[in-house]
């Protein structure tokens, strides 16, 4: 099943971690860009993380930078972020997003109308 499946949100305290998986067989695409995305209350949905299907060239959003770790494990199909030091500002329901079409260029955490698959999201919540 490529619709990706988000899981692993949940509610932490300023400073703490969460990993977010995301279930996708979109792995199984020869090309393909696995991303992030984000969406706060009251806020447009935003690029956070990307990594090309084969694991190579990821890259980040410079707000999560140093923060965040994008990474997948083709055995098992998944996507993982791995979020640390978290920020109340990083409060949002987290997507995950597929591009099976290409390799990820720059712009793939810009141009979210290039993803074909989209999962439902799994809410992230940094209290302060």
């Known amino acids: 099943q490529v619709q990706p499946v988000e899981s692993g949100g949940g509610s932490v305290q300023a400073g703490g971690s969460l990993r977010l998986s995301c279930a996708t067989s979109a792995f199984s695409y020869k090309f393909g860009c696995l991303a992030w995305f984000r969406q706060a209350p009251g806020k447009e949905r935003e690029g956070v993380a990307k990594i090309d299907s084969d694991g190579d060239r990821p890259a980040y959003a410079n707000t999560v930078k140093g923060r965040f770790t994008i990474s997948q494990d083709n055995a098992h199909n998944t996507l993982y972020l791995q979020m640390n030091d978290l920020k109340p500002e990083d409060t949002a329901m987290y997507y995950c997003?597929?591009?099976?079409?290409?390799?990820?260029?720059?712009?793939?955490?810009?141009?979210?109308?290039?993803?074909?698959?989209w999962g439902q999201g799994t809410q992230v919540t940094v209290s302060s």
């Open positions: 997003a597929a591009d099976g079409t290409t390799y990820c260029y720059s712009w793939h955490l810009e141009r979210q109308s290039v993803y074909q698959f």
